[in-house]
């Protein structure tokens, strides 16, 4: 399948420090008809699963300033320059919570929302997780720590408590939950 | 645990057909310092699960403007003024596949991401779908339907065909991959 429209502008309408808003123009190649679709430009984001050696699930608990409000989920951010998608994760999870993995693999890479992000989102698994540092946060990062075993995982999501479709969608490829049910 | 961070103020980037760009400024209540956020403001969206009588899913094959290119998804979109979630789901189902379902119910309500997004995503599971109509699709939309058994959707996602973040967080909290292990 071709597609119908195709790119003709993009424009940006703000700088952000990690993501930009952008304008772009888009043109039916049959009608010629031109739209506008809001993009947001950033590069490729990493969400990391903690799990340390008993077992649990190092979570956060984040203010996010979209819906102004703490929301339950995993560590994770946007990768830097020259990063790999490893590298990212493991000073993501050192920053946001201190902890240190013994080992750490990418199980995967996502859109998370190819309606409006350009970015993909690589989803890690890190074991043997353990706390060595304190959490090295920025001034807009206001995190605390919940420890959950991974077996509450399943029923955290069950109950509306665990819902952030990203940090779902993370366990699900994961596989992680398979051997919890 | 309460924000360290205030919203002084709330200003339109630019209007789109159903999400607006907003700037939201942000003030630390000890600091004063104060940070600038981009916000993705729209009405709450819904993501319907279509299974036909023979165990197929109705998944749609979509265009993307983000990412300029096709993803397989399952179909959705954002609710109308005074829709419930359910008849969102029902609309959105017909308009992009043209099939009709059965039975129709939500099964949960997630955050596509409260980093960027004010939305709250509903989950919902229409059951005994049946082709009745062409679907009815918008200049922007260019959709080809893919049904997929059940039971493939978990390989889809292994294999990396099926790599929509919120698809695959509305199959995770729809109980309905569990049965297909």
């Given at each position: 399948m071709k597609p119908d429209w195709q790119r003709i502008n993009c424009e940006t309408l703000r700088d952000y420090r990690v993501v930009s808003a952008r304008d772009d123009?888009?043109?039916h190649i049959k009608s010629l008809e031109t739209r506008h679709f809001l993009?947001?430009?950033?590069?490729?984001w990493v969400l990391v699963i903690p799990v340390t050696p008993d077992g649990d699930v190092v979570?956060?608990?984040?203010?996010?300033?979209?819906?102004?409000?703490?929301?339950?989920e995993i560590p994770g951010?946007?990768?830097?320059?020259g990063e790999t998608p490893e590298q990212a994760a493991l000073r993501e999870l050192q920053e946001e919570t201190?902890?240190?993995a013994q080992s750490l693999n990418v199980c995967g890479s996502l859109f998370p929302n190819p309606a409006l992000n350009t970015a993909r989102l690589h989803v890690a698994l890190a074991r043997g997780c353990e706390r060595?540092?304190?959490p090295n946060l920025e001034a807009a990062e206001q995190i605390q720590l919940e420890l959950q075993p991974l077996s509450r995982i399943p029923g955290l999501i069950a109950e509306g408590q665990l819902c952030h479709a990203l940090t779902i969608a993370a366990f699900s490829i994961s596989g992680l939950l398979q051997t919890q049910r």
């Open positions: 123009t888009y043109q993009v947001c430009d950033s590069a490729d979570l956060i608990r984040q203010f996010r300033f979209a819906i102004a409000d703490f929301v339950l951010g946007v990768i830097d320059p201190g902890y240190v060595r540092f304190q």
